[in-house]
């Protein structure tokens, strides 16, 4: 089955999860080495005749570092027992912190991508950049760069194609 | 319910239509006059802590004046016997035809954007355009820019924040 086709068994599972709980954000940096941060924004669709999974990295974060490095992401949607290693995820940066020791938590390589493939998630998708946009702040409302945007510190927003989705890793 | 929460009952099933067989893009310009564009493209999700609906739309297509003019859109999730007025829609500018008169699909203006709520279909979402991005070509793989922009003519991303989803009109 086409990751067009398969997305919308996973879809409504993913926006719920993300909606509540929120998602693990797994990139890799040219050094190999993973690394993973919480998120509770992203888009999924067709875009381009693809299947794509629209995510925001602040440029300040690490995350930010290793996609412009690399240019893959995955993104794990989290089984009910690791809401610990999303709290975890969420309030520590990788630049000091291997956030897979610190929460236990076990990877694999993707299948396309580099970036890790979370063990005990229901839904992995593996994603490869294909498109990016720095927020332009001047094109936003308002009252949104005030809520979001106080410090300046923008989102890229990388629109990855999903290469391939993976059930119950 | 609030949209965000609403939007995890509909994506799922605006999703597949759009797959299948496309969504009905409806807008409006200056002069008040609604237009219809049949799509295959779109994401769905979270984005600034709002529920949106990311549709593109070419700098070529009436559509993209209107929107410009304008900054409000409809999502019309099309029933199964609207097919043949898709069809029409995605074959004729709005610069020529009225798309109303020649489909005889019956519209009214949304509660919170005046761009046309069609009626008969099962899901309508009304969108503001938040935030909007002009695709850059030289950002895209070479491969895509030459499957899809063959003719220099590219999209504008736009970013509607979903106000109210409508079932059943």
Tied chains: 1, 2.
Excluded at 126 to 138: A, F, G, P, S, W
């Amino acid at each position: 089955m086409s990751a067009l086709e398969n997305l919308s068994r996973y879809m409504l599972e993913t926006y719920n999860v993300m909606k509540d709980t929120g998602l693990l954000l797994g990139s890799v940096g040219s050094d190999g080495k993973p690394n993973l941060m919480t998120i509770g924004w992203g888009l999924m669709g067709i875009m381009w005749r693809k299947p794509v999974f629209l995510v925001a990295v602040r440029v300040s974060r690490y995350t930010h570092k290793l996609l412009e490095e690399n240019g893959e992401f995955t993104v794990n949607v989290p089984g009910k027992d690791m809401s610990e290693a999303c709290e975890i995820c969420g309030t520590t940066s990788g630049r000091e912190v291997d956030k897979f020791e610190r929460t236990g938590l076990k990877w694999r390589r993707g299948e396309f991508v580099r970036a890790p493939v979370l063990e005990g998630c229901p839904i992995v998708y593996e994603c490869r950049v294909i498109y990016k946009d720095n927020v332009e702040l001047q094109t936003l409302p308002e009252d949104l760069v005030k809520a979001v945007y106080q410090r300046r510190d923008w989102h890229t927003l990388y629109y990855g194609e999903i290469l391939k989705i993976h059930e119950r890793i």
